[in-house]
């Protein structure tokens, strides 16, 4: 546990800053709203006026903080670090009260810092990391599964959820998603046991995109229409070499799509009752980070889905 020298500021004023321990486990988000809302505009300039310098990011946390009620606590190295890192934005800008949320975790992310939700209430309390931190496995805020949707804007805050999929083999599943985990630190997809539960951690938006998916997975792998039991749908996913991960998506969604013809021993058979099938035969999510195709698929057309693949990521 690392404890530092505290560092005094001028008040500016709610936004009070404090010396926390380097990392904690926050309180579970009881509410939609994660961190307290603005009470009005936040100024980012090029320049500080008064001493005719680039905005620092300490000084934005300041504003932030007076808008919203919230106390900011960092160790000395923080707040090192966030006063040594200026905003370099093109021009002066005054952001709504809505768009300030997301501003602020954009720009505290692309700079190497993380926000985490401590305390709400009354006296609101907030902690920030460096993105580098050893400690940042331990740093997460629970969120329900109900309330995903208000993570998805939040790119400096690591949340953990977990979702129930009755119809999903959870292991199986994690297994086939570990591709698209690129910070062990902040990511991970655990399958709960025994149980169709899958526990996921990682920022923001990447919990909520990975979310949104499995549970269109988890609705595509229900029983199929009578008649048609044995045609089951999986989950596959691609490492490309050669292709980037959105034009592939469409060109596998394509083939696979345009016709329902398998080969089959050298001739082509027209799939039975593909009308009476009530899911989609494939759909192709990209991944950007890890150049990636993750792949919901009929059974009977794994094999067609996989020489569409090689097929547009030959070289």
Known sequence: MLLSTTVFLPAIALAAFAMPQEAQQASPASEKSIYPKP???????????????????IEMLLSYGALTGQTLTYNTDVYQALHNTSLNLTRSCALPPEEVQPWIENLLIQNGFVLQPILSGEQPLAAI??????????????IGAEDLESVKD???????TVLMLPNTDVRQ??????????????????????????????????????AEMVKRVDVSASPI??????????LMSFKLKNAEAIAASFLVQELIS?????????????TVATQKIPVSPITV???????????????DLVDRLKQAVALVDAE
């Open 39 to 57: 009470t009005g505009a936040l100024e980012l300039m090029v320049e500080d006026e008064a001493v005719h310098s680039p905005m620092t990011m």
């Open 225 to 234: 229409a009578e008649g048609e039991s044995g045609i089951r749908v999986e």
């Open 285 to 299: 999510l990209p991944d950007e980070r890890t150049n990636s195709l993750i792949v919901t698929v009929r059974s």
């Open 154 to 160: 939040s790119a400096a805050t690591i949340f953990s």
């Open 129 to 142: 990391h460096l993105r580098s931190s050893r400690h940042l496995g331990t740093v997460s805020t629970s």
């Open 258 to 270: 345009q016709s329902q013809k398998i080969v089959v021993g050298g001739s082509a058979k027209t």
């Open 173 to 210: 599943l994690s297994s086939s998603l570990k591709v698209l985990i690129s910070d062990r630190d902040t990511q991970s997809l655990l399958p709960a046991g025994s149980t169709h539960s899958l526990h996921i951690r990682g920022f923001g938006p990447w919990v909520y995109e990975i």
